[in-house]
């Protein structure tokens, strides 16, 4: 398996280094299945690197697997080969492909442990593993994702029903499960997709590497404040909402700037670029960005309009980063604010509470400090990626103690 290739059939698959062998006291080889292969390095590099340290062979399979991931990857230890996937089609002849291909790399690499991530791969690497025969079983749900929001119509319906009759089946397939909020492990439980007994898990999101975000001075306020919003451009992340509550409290009279900063995005759920330029002017989109750090250093408060997430990643950064946010009440966002004292719960889908939000903030200008100095407290007890990850290793059954 090369960097860049696709695994397609068995004759596709290339021999990899140190096949599992019955040796007593071996570390167990785990594989990693990701739909983005930049989120193996973004959320998952300090898990691949505690499973490296301890000896553990690291097979990491993603789609599109392009030459700088695939180095930083390599760079932490890891073999890495790519897979074919159509992340956010609806076509069931490519995800039938995606699971024949992952059936193939577990077959000639023989994993002992196997873990996919965000719900296709969950999914359908879940399954390749059990036509396998691999020893545990242990998808995340990271988020439920458009499939499970209110408000999707006939179409959002049908494929709810879908979703939740394919975790059923490759939960069964599965022994344990990793959820990153209690909201989601509920939701699938009332919808009779969590089948009795199986081992569940909640960990606090990704986690958040305290030394690689440590907390910033604030900007100074001369120019006004920065409001940031980093995602990708679909509806469900509160796009719309974050440019109209710009445009009302611009219209207040607000004197404050407002950076939007994500990938554009395909599939039913897309914002439309078209429909971002009538923002122009009061939105600075920023397009993607690498520079994480230095944009949530720039910004005075965060904020996050989403429908509902497993755990958002940015939020967890932005605390880190000492910024107060503002985020819905919605499942895995409203566990990062403690209500004024580090930040804001709004309703989703709803541009005003969200304008009064900033509002409040373009008041209140002194509260900005204290309330960064409680996100970073926060973010220090409760989502520090070591924590994190001792956890990740006794949900997988990598260690004893969690």
């Not at 040796?23 to 490296?52: D, K, M, N, Q």
């Not at 939105?283 to 910004?299: F, H």
């Amino acid at each position: 398996m090369s960097r860049g290739r696709s695994i397609e059939h068995a004759s596709d698959v290339a021999p990899l280094k140190g096949k599992r062998t019955a040796t007593a006291g071996r570390a167990p080889r785990v594989a990693l299945v990701a739909s983005y292969a930049p989120s193996l390095t973004l959320f998952r590099g300090p898990l691949i690197a505690e499973l490296v340290a301890r000896g553990h062979p690291v097979l990491c399979l993603a789609p599109d697997l392009d030459d700088p991931t695939f180095e930083a990857l390599k760079g932490l230890g890891a073999e890495c080969a790519a897979y074919p996937l159509d992340r956010t089609g609806l076509s069931p002849g490519a995800d039938l492909g995606a699971m024949r291909a992952l059936t193939c790399a577990f077959r000639d690499w023989r994993p002992d442990v196997v873990m996919g991530y965000t719900p296709k791969p969950a999914i359908y690497a879940s399954l390749a593993a059990r036509v396998a025969r691999v020893p545990r079983i242990v998808p995340m749900v990271t988020g439920l994702g458009y499939a499970f929001l209110d408000g999707g119509g006939a179409r959002g319906r049908l494929i709810g029903a879908l979703m939740k009759g394919l975790y059923r089946i490759a939960l069964s397939a599965s022994h344990g499960v990793i959820f990153h909020n209690r909201d989601d492990h509920r939701l699938l439980a009332q919808r009779g997709a969590l089948p009795r007994g199986l081992d569940v898990h909640i960990v606090a999101g990704s986690g958040v590497d305290l030394e690689a975000f440590p907390e910033a001075p604030l900007p100074p306020l001369g120019e006004g404040l920065v409001f940031l919003m980093i995602a990708r451009l679909v509806r469900y992340k509160g796009v719309r909402e974050y440019c109209e509550a710009a445009r009302r409290v611009r219209e207040r009279g607000g004197r404050a700037r407002f950076l939007l900063v994500g990938p554009p995005e395909t599939g039913p759920a897309r914002f439309p670029e078209s429909e971002l330029a009538r923002y122009a002017g009061v939105v600075d989109y920023l397009g993607p960005r690498d520079d994480i750090r230095a944009l949530l250093a720039g910004a005075h408060v965060y904020v996050l309009p989403s429908y509902g997430e497993g755990m958002p990643r940015t939020v967890l950064e932005a605390l880190a980063t000492g910024r107060p946010v503002i985020t819905t009440d919605a499942r895995g966002c409203r566990e990062t604010v403690d209500e004024r004292v580090n930040g804001i719960l709004v309703p989703k889908g709803e541009a005003e509470p969200l304008a009064d939000a900033m509002a409040w903030f373009l008041q209140r200008p002194d509260m900005i400090a204290s309330m960064g100095h409680a996100s970073r407290r926060k973010a220090e007890r409760r989502f520090d990626v070591r924590r994190i990850n001792r956890q990740m290793l006794a949900a997988l059954g990598l260690r004893k103690d969690g």
